[in-house]
């Protein structure tokens, strides 16, 4: 067995006690490095799912617009809205459930009568909202073209645009 000199032992010790500094400070910067890159990370996956959400959103307004209840039978207007057969499903409470939703409010945005539609002031108005429960979060909404029967000049389909919101169970 050798003997080392005292020195040499305390030069050991201290190389030792720097390693492990070392190591630790690693540690503490790599933990650091992760911690920036997982908050950018989840702040684009956020972003990510904002986009998604308003995808979503338009998808369903296609898919909404193009159900028999809601398209206008024209041909030139593949997405467009018949705005008279939304106000008479609005009088039918069995369509409440149909599309799994808490809320559905179908919005003309050129008109400046800020009322709902009811039987008397129909098409004078700019909202009808289908479907309206208690409990809604935030709603989606997306543009489209919203089309009725106007008997000015003659009688015209008569198209404006508008915006569907939409919220609840079929949107997360």
């Known amino acids: 067995m050798m003997d080392y000199p ?5 030069k050991a010790q201290i190389k030792i006690q720097q390693m492990a500094f070392v190591l630790v400070a ?9 911690l920036f890159y997982f908050s950018i ?5 956020k972003k990510d799912a904002s986009s998604l ?16 209840e809601f ?5 030139d207007c593949a997405y467009c809205i018949d ?12 369509y409440q459930e149909f ?16 009322m709902e539609c009811q039987s008397n002031n129909y098409p004078q108005c700019n909202t009808i909202t289908l479907i309206e429960n208690d409990k809604i979060g935030s709603p989606s909404s997306a543009f489209v073209s919203l089309c009725y029967w106007s008997k000015e000049k003659g ?6 645009v508008g915006r569907v919101y939409a919220s609840g169970k079929g949107l997360k």
């Open 155 to 160: 009688g015209y389909t008569k198209c404006e």
């Open 99 to 114: 599309w799994n939703l808490d809320f559905l409010q179908i919005e003309k945005i050129s008109s400046s009568n800020k």
């Open 26 to 34: 690693l540690v503490i910067f790599l933990a650091i490095v992760s």
């Open 6 to 10: 005292a020195n040499f032992s305390k």
């Open 71 to 75: 398209s206008l039978t024209s041909k």
């Open 83 to 94: 705005l008279d057969k939304v106000f008479l499903l609005k009088q039918r409470k069995a």
């Open 41 to 45: 990370s989840l702040n684009n996956l």
């Open 53 to 68: 959400q308003d995808l979503e959103a338009e998808e369903l307004v296609r898919k909404l617009a193009s159900t028999p």
